[in-house]
């Protein structure tokens, strides 16, 4: 299998400032926005992203942990006792602007279920997506607001995204499965 380095430390950081950017732009500030981190890189990806933002304009913005396990439509299919890791919100979402954060999007049947996790939780005003990189496939009508990196892949590839703070280094990698 020949693997390929997409991005490097550098590179995710870049992503993660001009996500950042994008984000208090397009929301004209970050007053109302909480961003919530899709277990288990999406999480860190979210912090990460609050930090910048921070930096940028100086505001702490309120970042949650979702965990989508029973909301998945393949459920049954990974695993006969899914493992719930829990869900943490630091307010409530009722009225805000909740910006989903992941690390790929793919057939956007995740981003699916995070939605419905979150409708449980409450009603937000609105519900944007942040990746870090989207490859495309999608088998729902699902488009990310922010994206780090657009990375044409075959159904045959696969992305792996390790984070410092679970894997030892940023990388992002792309490799052939056949």
Known sequence: ???????????????????????????????SVVLVGIKTRGIYLAKRLADRIKSIENKDVAVGELDITLYRDDLKQKTDEPELIGSILPMSIESKTVILVDDVLYTGRTIRAAMDALMDVGRPQRIQLAVLIDRGH???????????KNVPTSKEEQIAVQLTEIDGMDTVTIRATS
């Open 1 to 31: 299998m020949e693997e390929k380095e997409i991005l490097d430390e550098k590179a995710i950081g870049r992503a993660l400032t001009r996500l950042a950017h994008e984000v208090i732009e397009r929301n004209e500030g970050v007053d």
């Open 138 to 148: 999608r088998e729902l009508p699902i488009r990310p607001d922010y994206i780090g």
